[in-house]
């Protein structure tokens, strides 16, 4: 019978992967009211085209995600590097922002979809698309270790493939 090494352990990565992920969507559920809430009380208060109060939106919730998954989701993360993790943090946010906004913008300016409820639609499906991007980045990137401490969970599993199992 083959065992593999760490198995008791292995039982503990989905556990802390699941707890990342719930803090990840925590923040970012709070971030994507700030976003969506932002964005209507400028279009709504301003005579801001949709894209432009969409992207200022964005902006708004880029900073309010910042300070909630620094002190918050990945508060047990490698401290030492701050500046590199900001800008880090603002080059993968500034991809979703595009990301989020060109799908709106497409629907706005390309398919004539401009409603109130349309524009919130292809806002809140940009945040989704951009959302998958931004985790993907935060946490491979930015934010190198997982809540509790130790390495990402992507750096384990890369670990994990360069040794042989063991037999026993």
């Known amino acids: 019978m083959s065992v593999r ?15 990342e992920i719930v803090k990840f969507g925590a923040v970012g559920g709070a971030g994507l ?9 400028v279009r709504h208060a301003t005579n801001l085209q949709v894209v432009r109060a969409s ?12 300070i909630g998954f620094r002190y918050f989701a990945y508060r047990d993360s490698d401290k030492s590097g701050r500046t590199r993790e900001l800008m880090l ?8 922002l595009v990301i989020e906004n060109g799908i709106l913008y497409t629907a706005t300016y390309g398919f004539g979809w401009h409603t109130p409820l ?16 931004r985790f ?15 390495e990402s969970f992507l750096e384990r599993e890369k670990g994990r493939k360069t040794q042989p199992d063991r037999v026993g």
Request: hydrophobic content about 55%; overall charge positive.
């Open 89 to 96: 943090f603002l080059f993968f946010s500034a991809i979703g």
């Open 55 to 66: 992207v200022l939106a964005t902006i708004v919730s880029i900073v309010f995600n910042y």
């Open 33 to 41: 009211l700030v976003n969506l809430l932002v964005f209507n009380l």
């Open 118 to 133: 349309e524009s919130n639609v292809f806002k809140f499906l940009g945040i989704g698309v951009a959302t998958l991007f």
């Open 136 to 150: 993907w980045s935060y946490r491979s990137w930015v934010f190198k270790t997982l809540p509790g401490g130790g």
């Open 5 to 19: 090494g760490g198995d008791a352990a292995s039982g503990a990565r989905p556990r802390r992967l699941l707890q």
